[in-house]
């Protein structure tokens, strides 16, 4: 089987082999476990060496077609996205020509690119991941929602399944609700909740894009705010972004070098250990789809403590097995004093969160995606 992905991500091009962002890169090398040739139709900077965070594609047979960035967020952005379109187009067309199976990733403008292009394509085997919210009633961009309603719409994608996170009522047939797993059987060791006592460091993590879709300057605030209260709070930013300047001098200027770290990108390895020390994940982010780092956060026994995005809601038992606040400091410094009060609640919440991550593993998501490429 020949599979074809279209997708946005920005790859890097060091010593012959191609590198992306490492969640992504780890779930398509699973992808391409079950294909004799794959082709991959997305952006390349030839000036970017691979960032710690970066994978390697593996496959023995894999071609790169490289296509342009592009952008239709400004009128001069749009002008400028015209001039590239017929080849960006010409590309995708060619390739879609040549595949068995052809794998979208949304949304993004490659992925938009991708679900018209593939109209054209009726009798080819094809799937969508849409990485994004799928809730029909969040705001999302224009674009996204054009995404979602030729995807969905079964005229315009024959022979395709989309898969989606969480569990979305009145859908079309071709939606499949999935999921994204991090860690294998093999990772799976004994990990107790970490014991919570006022009178000891509580320890907080950040882990995610310095970005402000992710507000991550509210986690300094909640340290701020606790460390007044007399609480012994450490924060552990893990991630890199336009953010951190805003975050440093937040840091300087409430003399929280003592309590707050930012390490920036680092291995998945080094992150894997810091959610076996933390005790809570404060991820406060404005959109989601299935945010791996609450997933991975909870297999580890460390308590998220986030917005109700997307499906969200559904991977903590709508606040079984976390804690669902809006975007202040004040409720997550509740929500930590609560259970500072009740330890033994903490323990219990961050057991069931564990038990359930660890349904989601990479052998289960490989099984998952086999049944998909056989079937579809």
């Known amino acids: 089987m020949h599979l074809l992905v279209i997708?946005?991500?920005?790859?890097?091009?060091?010593?012959?082999?191609?590198?992306?962002?490492?969640?992504?890169?780890?779930?398509?090398n699973l992808w391409f476990r079950h294909v004799d040739a794959v082709t991959v139709v997305a952006p390349i900077d030839h000036n970017l060496p691979p960032d710690p965070i970066d994978l390697p594609y593996m496959h023995p047979s894999l071609n790169l077609v490289e296509v342009s960035e592009?952008?239709?967020?400004?009128?001069?952005?749009?002008?400028?996205?015209?001039?590239?379109?017929?080849g960006i187009w010409s590309k995708t067309w060619k390739e879609m020509q040549k595949a068995d199976h052809i794998h979208l990733r949304c949304p993004g403008n490659m992925g938009l690119l991708g679900a018209i292009v593939q109209v054209f394509f009726s009798h080819k085997i094809k799937s969508a991941k849409y990485a994004g919210n799928w809730d029909r009633k969040s705001n999302q961009p224009f674009t996204y929602r054009l995404q979602q309603k030729i995807l969905s719409n079964t005229t315009l994608s024959k022979n395709m399944q989309v898969l989606v996170y969480g569990e979305w009522p009145n859908e079309s047939q071709n939606i499949r609700p999935f999921f994204t797993a991090s860690y294998s059987e093999s990772e799976k060791e004994e990990c107790p909740p970490r014991p919570l006592d006022p009178d000891k460091e509580i320890r907080l993590l950040f882990v995610g894009g310095l970005n402000s879709g992710k507000q991550p300057i509210i986690?300094?605030?909640?340290?701020?705010?606790?460390?007044?209260?007399?609480?012994?709070?450490?924060l552990d930013y893990f991630g890199e972004g336009p953010e951190r300047a805003a975050i440093e001098s937040f840091i300087a200027e409430k003399k929280l070098e003592h309590a707050i770290t930012i390490h920036g990108n680092v291995s998945a390895n080094t992150v894997k250990e810091a959610f076996q020390k933390a005790h809570f994940l404060i991820f406060?982010?404005?959109?989601?789809?299935?945010?791996?780092?609450v997933a991975e956060a909870m297999f580890w026994a460390c308590l998220p403590i986030t917005t109700a995005v997307s499906c969200v809601p559904q991977m903590l038992g709508f606040g079984t097995r976390g804690e669902l606040v809006h975007e202040n400091e004040e409720e997550v410094c509740a929500a930590i004093n609560r259970y500072l009060n009740q330890p033994a609640g903490y323990a219990a919440k961050a057991t069931a969160a564990m038990e359930w991550s660890r349904q989601y593993t990479l052998e289960r998501f490989d099984r998952e995606i086999q049944t998909l490429l056989q079937t579809t």
């Open 284 to 293: 406060i982010s404005k959109s989601e789809g299935w945010p791996k780092v």
């Open 70 to 86: 592009f952008s239709i967020q400004s009128p001069a952005e749009i002008l400028r996205t015209l001039g590239k379109l017929p």
């Open 7 to 28: 997708g946005h991500v920005v790859h890097k091009l060091h010593d012959g082999v191609y590198f992306a962002y490492g969640p992504y890169v780890r779930e398509m």
């Open 219 to 234: 986690s300094a605030q909640v340290v701020s705010r606790l460390i007044s209260e007399g609480k012994n709070v450490k």
